[in-house]
Structures are given as C-alpha cells and as structure tokens.
C-alpha cells in the first residue's frame, strides 16, 4: 500500500487506489475494507512496474486475495468456526455429501414407497416423498441460522473497518448501483485481465449470468411460498407458471455462469492468483452449478419414477448450500456490499 500510494499509476483503474489514497497510514481495519473493495480484475498486476522480477516483487491482487481470506475467517460469527476456511473446498465437499445422504435416508424412511413410485407432477407430489413439515422445517431453520451468522459476519467487518452507524441514501444506493453493475470489475470499460495483459469482459458476463441467475431462483422460490401460503396453491407448478419459469431461465443462467467462470479460472494466469483461495472458489461454483443443475433435473423428471430421488437429491444439495452459506466464498458478496457502502459513504460528492 504504501509503494501504491507513492506510486499512484493505477489511480483510474478501480476504487481501490483512490480510497488507499485518502490515507497515509494502514490499520488493519484499513486493509480488510481495501482488500474486499478489490474485484481481482488484476489489472493492477500486468501494469505495475514494481510487479516480478522486479526487486519489489509487488503483486496486488493476490496480496489483496490473501488478505480478503484472512478477512473472511476473521469476521466469521460465531468464530470457533473460522478454521473451517483453511479446507473449505474439503469441508464443502463432505458437507454436500452428507446433506445429500441425509435427505435420502429420511426420505427412504419417512416414506419408504414413495422414493421410486411414479407419480404425476400434480399437487402434492412432492409432499408425498418428504413431508411438509420436515422440508419446510429444515429449510427454515438451516436459512434463518445462515441469514443470521452472515448479518453478524456483516456487522463484525462493518464495525472494524469504521463504518458509522447512520448511512445516508445517497451512499446506499451508490453500493445498491455499484453491487450490481459490478462497476469495479475492470474499470466497467475494458474487462479484467485473465489469462494476460489482453482485457476480456468474459469474467464480467459470467458472473452476471451466475449473479442474476441465483437472484431469479431465489424469486421463485418466494413466489411459490407465495402461491402456496397465500394462494393456497401447492407445488409442482404448471410448466408456464411463475415460480417454474423464473426457476428454469435463472437455473440456466446459474449454470452458464458458474460454469464460465469455471471456465475463466482454469485458462487464468495463476502467477496473480491466491492459490489458497482456489479450492474456496471452486467449491462454491460447484455448489450452485450442482444446485441449478439438480433444480433443472427435477423440472424435466418430474413425471417419472426418477422425482424422488432428484427431489432428495436437489433437496439435499440446497440443503447444504444453507448450512455452507457462511463458511463458504458466499460470504464475499456480503463483505464486498460492505466495502462498497463504505466507499460509497467516505467518496466526495461531485
Ligand atoms: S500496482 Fe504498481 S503500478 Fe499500480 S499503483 Fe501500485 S506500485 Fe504503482
Ligand atoms: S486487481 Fe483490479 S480491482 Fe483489485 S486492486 Fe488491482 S485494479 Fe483494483
């Protein structure tokens, strides 16, 4: 920071430089907001004359990287759990497995018959596998525990990067705007630089696919709470009905998504990347390229003898997604809103 900042060549690049340069000294709480505002478009790393071999040998993005690691298993709530970053693609590996098995042993259980009976994609159907009570119960409990750990993580980062307890408007929707144009990916002009010094915008429509896909799902699933807790309609829907078309066409752009990014990852330079930080990475693409692809799965199964093992199958990768969501590369998105926020509110007004 303190080389950038005697620097200053990479000013116009992303909001990192201008907020480093606000400050002549680098608390720690300093240097987490600095590090979640970075995007990793590296763009930093192929301009800067200080990069290898030069003696320097400065590498932003992927100290940045490191630091946003620490910063992850510093804020985590509650914090015995913080060690479960250090093996994150193993501990999101044995999590889904066992979810899964879970989901399959109580419905093999609860209703032995019902795993392998055909069955028509009428009301109901899917109640007849699992039971209301423990497929709703479940997955209230495991969200409304994720919704609560990620609000203390948020709270943890906002306090110790010296966020204040009022926020103007003005700043809120700035972060509101920045969040979701990914303003800070690659400047918004040119791209990132994945593989070289050659700009792509390939990371940016990736993750917007995935981003926007994961955002469709999740209004499906409300609409069809809706539907089934205010209309009085159950589940499965009719092919053309809000909830399955919001499903399918977000279920696609996840997949598209998290697979390009996938994508993006194996052709990337490796030389800016954190390489601890991979196996984070990868295991939360392959935890919502396994979600939309078992969601679309059940969608086309539905009316035959496969819809109830895909249910547990789809239920139990959703399941744990829920119980990963705070522990897992998931957690960037909130503590990168943060960072935005906090941006937003310190940047001058023009
Ligand atoms: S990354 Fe390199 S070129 Fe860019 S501001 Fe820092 S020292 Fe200067
Ligand atoms: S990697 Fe990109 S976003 Fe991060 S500091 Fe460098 S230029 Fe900014």
């Given at each position: 920071?303190?080389?950038?900042?005697?620097?200053?060549?990479?000013?116009?690049?992303?909001?990192?430089?201008?907020?480093?340069?606000?400050?002549?000294?680098?608390?720690?709480?300093?240097?987490s907001y600095l590090a979640n505002l970075c995007h990793d478009?590296?763009?930093?790393?192929?301009?800067?004359?200080?990069?290898p071999p030069h003696e320097f040998a400065l590498n932003?993005?992927?100290?940045?990287?490191r630091l946003r690691a620490d910063t992850y298993a510093e804020y985590v709530w509650p914090r015995p759990l913080a060690a479960v970053f250090q093996r994150n693609g193993t501990f999101v590996s044995l999590l889904t497995s066992l979810a899964i098995a879970l989901v399959l042993i109580l419905?093999?259980?609860?209703?032995?018959?019902?795993?392998?009976?055909?069955r028509p994609a009428e009301p109901g159907a899917f109640y007849a596998v699992i039971?209301?009570?423990a497929m709703v119960g479940v997955a209230s409990m495991t969200f409304g525990f994720a919704m609560l750990a990620l609000a203390m993580g948020f709270r943890n980062f906002w306090r110790d990067t010296g966020g204040g307890p009022v926020v103007q408007t003005r700043s809120l929707l700035q972060a509101f705007s920045d969040v979701l144009t990914l303003r800070n990916l690659g400047g918004g002009e040119h791209g990132c630089n994945n593989r070289d010094e050659a700009f792509s915008q390939a990371r940016r429509y990736a993750h917007q696919s995935m981003f926007y896909g994961f955002m469709l799902c999740f209004a499906s699933t409300c609409t069809a709470a809706f539907y089934e807790h205010v209309l009085g309609l159950v589940a499965p829907y009719r092919l053309f009905s809000l909830p399955v078309l919001l499903g399918m066409v977000g279920g696609l752009g996840m997949l598209l998504g998290t697979a390009g990014l996938m994508w993006v990852k194996v052709q990337a330079d490796p030389a800016p990347a954190a390489k601890a930080m991979l196996s984070n990475d990868y295991a939360l693409l392959a935890q919502l390229f396994l979600a939309a692809a078992t969601g679309l799965l059940l969608l086309i199964s539905r009316d035959t003898r496969m819809m109830g093992v895909l249910l547990a199958l789809h239920l139990g990768v959703i399941l744990s997604f829920?119980?990963?969501?705070?522990?897992?590369k998931f957690v960037h998105g909130?503590?990168?809103?943060?960072a935005l926020l906090r941006n937003a509110a310190e940047r001058p007004t023009k």
């Open positions: 920071m303190v080389i950038c900042n005697s620097c200053r060549y990479c000013e116009g690049f992303c909001a990192v430089f201008p907020a480093m340069e606000m400050r002549r000294s680098f608390s720690s709480g300093d240097l478009c590296r763009g930093c790393y192929y301009a800067c004359q200080y990069a932003l993005p992927q100290t940045l990287a419905a093999a259980s609860l209703r032995p018959s019902a795993l392998f009976t055909p039971p209301e009570v829920f119980l990963a969501l705070p522990y897992s909130i503590y990168r809103s943060a």
